[in-house]
T-cell receptor
Framework: NAGVTQTPKFQVLKTGQSMTLQCAQD?????MSWYRQDPGMGLRLIHY???????DQGEVPNGYNVSRSTTEDFPLRLLSAAPSQTSVYFC???????????FGPGTRLTVL | SQQGEEDPQALSIQEGENATMNCSYKTSINNLQWYRQNSGRGLVHLIL?????REKHSGRLRVTLDTSKKSSSLLITASRAADTASYFCATDGAQKLVFGQGTRLTINP
């Protein structure tokens, strides 16, 4: 099993550009989530999904969209990148939100 | 607002000593989890303790949970250089898992 994969590993955007961060898991997990981590900080929840077709907002959802058309994939879209979105983004999955979370390796995003 | 808050924010000890970090949370939980993050990497699950458990061990790790005080502690015994990392607690609530800001642990040789 590959576990949780994220692409790309690194990305540089200009202000106003849009992009999609990919996240996929092959563990048949129902619960998937996106976090951002700023330097020296903890993880802040952006969006989460409890199953295909169901998504909800976390703590810091503004500027991001998600969709969950399949169990395996949970892409995160930046609509119009801003320097404040410079961060490391982590995707995680589990069977339930209260279970052990499996994290991807992260995407390091810089917005100029 | 974050559910769990770790204390201290940073901890520096000598190799071989024990390290204790604490987590406080605000609302009722099903479980509390502890994770480790090595610099620049994703988080790795360490231990999960259920709300009806008071103590749990895993190797050199010991976790306690006091639901009356809404707090948990993580003890790492006989620390090693490889334990240098950030440690996060995570609490569940309303179908989502929320992390604290973490404790940065440095083990000095």
């Amino acid at each position: 099993n590959a576990g949780v994969t994220q692409t790309p590993k690194f990305q540089v955007l200009k202000t106003g550009q849009s992009m999609t961060l990919q996240c996929a898991q092959d563990m048949n997990h129902e619960y998937m989530s996106w976090y951002r981590q700023d330097p020296g900080m903890g993880l802040r929840l952006i969006h989460y999904s409890v199953g295909a077709g169901i998504t909800d907002q976390g703590e810091v959802p503004n500027g991001y969209n998600v969709s969950r058309s399949t169990t395996e994939d949970f892409p995160l879209r930046l609509l119009s990148a801003a320097p404040s979105q410079t961060s490391v983004y982590f995707c995680a999955s589990s069977y339930h939100p209260w279970d052990t979370q499996y994290f991807g390796p992260g995407t390091r995003l810089t917005v100029l | 607002s974050q559910q769990g808050e770790e204390d201290p924010q940073a901890l520096s000890i000598q190799e071989g000593e024990n390290a204790t970090m604490n987590c406080s949370y605000k609302t009722s939980i099903n479980n509390l989890q502890w994770y480790r993050q090595n610099s620049g990497r994703g988080l790795v699950h360490l231990i999960l303790i259920r709300s009806n458990e008071r103590e749990k061990h895993s190797g050199r790790l010991r976790v306690t949970l006091d639901t009356s005080k809404k707090s948990s502690s993580l003890l790492i015994t006989a620390s090693r250089a490889a334990d240098t990392a950030s440690y996060f607690c995570a609490t569940d609530g309303a179908q989502k898992l929320v992390f604290g800001q973490g404790t940065r642990l440095t083990i000095n040789p």
